[in-house]
């Protein structure tokens, strides 16, 4: 076999790293690291990591 991969998984894990162009964003409701593609990004849709955590930090936040 030619390359310096072994094995097919190896390869595509590589690119696929490589493709990635977004970046990681930690959620305003729960903390957590979330990843986002540059189109989200563009589009504000990066401050919650799900739809739930969004709907339960508006709650929270029209209480206040």
């Not at 959620?27 to 739809?51: A, E, Q």
């Not at 739930?52 to 029209?62: G, P, T």
């Amino acid at each position: 076999p030619k390359g310096k991969f072994k094995n097919p998984k190896e390869r595509s894990s590589k690119i696929s790293e490589q493709l990635k162009k977004g970046k990681y964003f930690n959620c305003l409701s729960c903390g957590v690291s979330f990843w986002r593609r540059p189109f989200d990004i563009k589009n504000g849709n990066n401050k919650f990591c799900s739809k739930n955590c969004y709907d339960n930090w508006q709650k929270l936040s029209k209480k206040e």
